[in-house]
Nanobody
Framework: QVQLVESGGGLVQAGGSLRLSCAASGRTFSNYGMGWFRQAPGKEREFVAVIRLSGGSIGYADSVKGRFTISKDNAKNTVYLQMNSLKPEDTAVYYC????????????????WGQGTQVTVSS
C-alpha cells in the first residue's frame, strides 16, 4: 500500500519561505508523476506543481511560477516543494499525490494522496 507523508508546513510572514517534503513508501517508484496540490477553505483543490519521478519533467501552475520549485530525491523517495516569496493567498492545506499514469494537473487522475500539511501566510 502506497503511503505519502507531507511535512514542513507552518506559519510564515508574507515574503517568507517554506519547504514542504513528501515522503513516499509502499512500492517501487518509477515513471510516475508526483504532484502538489492545495486547498483553501471554501475553494476547490487546485494544482500547484508536478514532477515526473523518472526523467524529471516539471510543470507549475501560473500562480506559483517563479516562486515555487519542485524537486525530487529518488534515493529517498521524497519530493520537495520549495516555496519562496509567499503571499497570503498561498494559505491552504497542501497535499502531495501520486499519479501512476504520469504527470497531470487534474486531481482526479491521481491515485494516492497524503494527509496534507497546513501552510499559513500572514500579511
Amino acid at each position: 500500500q502506497v503511503q505519502l507523508v507531507e511535512s514542513g508546513g507552518g506559519l510564515v510572514q508574507a515574503g517568507g519561505s517554506l519547504r514542504l517534503s513528501c515522503a513516499a513508501s509502499g512500492r517501487t517508484f518509477s515513471n510516475y508523476g508526483m504532484g502538489w496540490f492545495r486547498q483553501a477553505p471554501g475553494k476547490e483543490r487546485e494544482f500547484v506543481a508536478v514532477i515526473r519521478l523518472s526523467g524529471g519533467s516539471i510543470g507549475y501552475a501560473d500562480s506559483v511560477k517563479g516562486r515555487f520549485t519542485i524537486s525530487k530525491d529518488n534515493a529517498k523517495n521524497t519530493v520537495y516543494l520549495q516555496m519562496n516569496s509567499l503571499k497570503p493567498e498561498d494559505t491552504a492545506v497542501y497535499y502531495c499525490a501520486l499519479n501512476l499514469g504520469g504527470t497531470s494537473w487534474r486531481p482526479a487522475e491521481y491515485n494516492y494522496w497524503g494527509q496534507g500539511t497546513q501552510v499559513t501566510v500572514s500579511s
